[in-house]
């Protein structure tokens, strides 16, 4: 019986990698006597969190950046486990391009599993060096695209032999689509809000289907990211919404500044026609809005990230121009404007996405502990 250990953000923290640590944690404990036990990634320390928030973190321990007997706290209770599963982004821990992790990594004992969110095609110098020298310390490397993987054999010093692409998980309960009858289509973009996500360009394809008489209404919805939030203030959900009013607007865009739960999100993914994913980024190797998207059986319409292009090339939905109100008005107005578009849309994501649930992602990590932990005894 494998042991698990996680380093990673995880709730309260509210960002991409604490959700999927929790998910995989909660698929990997399923059924099982022990839970997890948890390193929680921090910038600073959290005194904030209250029981209800506590009460959903497994036997946990705090990694606070630049913080040398966290540090120390954190390898052991990973060497106390039998299998780490680190998640990497060069954002989350201590150092120039979060390179804290490699004193962390050099000090375990227990072999570990890296995940990477993020790997780029054209990364700085050091960048390289930080992704290199992190899979050279972990003794699998996994990440969750053909093309991620890809781009990490030909850009960086990696052996082959140690890398798996394991899918990004997505609920195994699917939003059901909402009975609407006649009325505006709704187009739905939602997580943490941050600049680079490219909402400005999607509120000017609004204006656009505006201007061609497309009854469409546009819903934005999630809280700005904290750390935006701790550095920025609302500055780019204020930018945000003059363009809205600039544009005159108002009536059919919404910026929701809530943090959605699971029933929450579900009921508005329900009432979505199409999925826009605008964001700037032409490196996002994983997204899991994205997956989640595809999964509930919604059309989406992104930019061409490397995700999007992977996913979608299926016949899940279309690729739009970077930073082009008028393409991603066109493919918008394309899915709207014809029903068997749509749902030949929704069959190919419920296709393309089956083996994806997180009870299923879980066995695939939980295979590979396994065999790491056999190799080690």
């Given at each position: 019986m494998t042991r698990f250990g996680f380093l990673s953000t995880y709730p309260p923290t509210r960002c991409g990698l604490a959700t999927f640590t929790e998910a995989l944690a909660g698929a990997l404990a399923a059924g099982e006597p022990y839970m997890p036990t948890v390193v929680r990634v921090l910038?600073?320390?959290?005194?904030?969190?209250?029981?209800?928030?506590?009460?959903?973190?497994?036997?946990?321990?705090?990694?606070?950046?630049?913080?040398?007997?966290?540090?120390?706290?954190?390898?052991?209770?990973?060497d106390e486990c039998d299998v780490a599963i680190v998640q990497h982004e060069y954002g989350i821990y201590g150092g120039l391009d979060g390179d804290e992790i490699i004193p962390l990594l050099r000090s375990l004992k227990t072999p570990a599993i890296v995940v990477?969110?993020?790997?780029?095609?054209?990364?700085?110098?050091?960048?390289r060096v930080v992704l290199d020298t992190v899979c050279k310390l972990a003794a699998n490397v996994v990440v969750m695209t053909d093309n991620a993987s890809e781009i990490l054999m030909r850009t960086y010093s990696v052996k082959?032999?140690?890398?798996?692409?394991?899918p990004h998980g997505v609920p195994v309960s699917r939003a059901v689509r909402a009975t609407k009858d006649g009325g505006s289509k709704r187009v739905l973009t939602w997580g943490l809000l941050s600049p680079g996500k490219g909402i400005e360009w999607g509120i000017r394809a609004l204006a656009e289907l505006q201007e061609a008489g497309a009854p469409v209404e546009y819903v934005i919805a999630g809280q700005t990211h904290p750390k935006?939030?701790?550095?920025?203030?609302?500055?780019?959900?204020?930018?945000?919404?003059?363009?809205?009013?600039?544009l005159d607007l108002a009536d059919v865009v919404t910026l929701d500044d809530r943090?959605?739960?699971?029933?929450?999100?579900?009921?508005?993914?329900?009432?979505?026609?199409?999925?826009?994913?605008?964001?700037?980024?032409?490196?996002?190797a994983t997204s899991g809005v994205l997956?989640?998207?595809?999964?509930?059986?919604?059309?989406?319409?992104?930019?061409?990230?490397?995700?999007?292009?992977?996913?979608?090339?299926?016949?899940a939905g279309m690729i739009a121009r970077h930073q082009d109100p008028q393409s991603m008005s066109e493919a918008i107005r394309t899915i709207l404007?014809?029903?068997a578009t749509a749902q030949q849309m929704h069959d190919a994501a419920l296709r393309d996405t089956q083996d994806a649930s997180w009870p299923a992602v879980a066995e695939q990590y939980r295979v590979l502990a396994d065999r790491m932990v056999a190799i080690a005894a």
């Open positions: 910038d600073v320390m959290d005194s904030r969190h209250g029981a209800e928030d506590l009460n959903r973190i497994p036997s946990t321990v705090e990694l606070v950046a630049r913080n040398r007997v966290t540090m120390r706290a954190a390898v052991r209770a990973l990477l969110h993020t790997v780029l095609s054209a990364p700085t110098a050091h960048q082959r032999s140690k890398v798996r692409v394991i935006v939030l701790a550095h920025e203030g609302e500055r780019y959900r204020e930018t945000l919404q003059r363009l809205i009013d600039d943090y959605l739960d699971d029933s929450q999100l579900a009921d508005e993914v329900a009432l979505a026609d199409v999925v826009l994913l605008p964001y700037d980024s032409r490196d996002q997956i989640e998207a595809v999964a509930a059986g919604i059309p989406v319409v992104a930019t061409g990230f490397p995700h999007a292009v992977e996913l979608l090339s299926r016949g404007g014809a029903e």
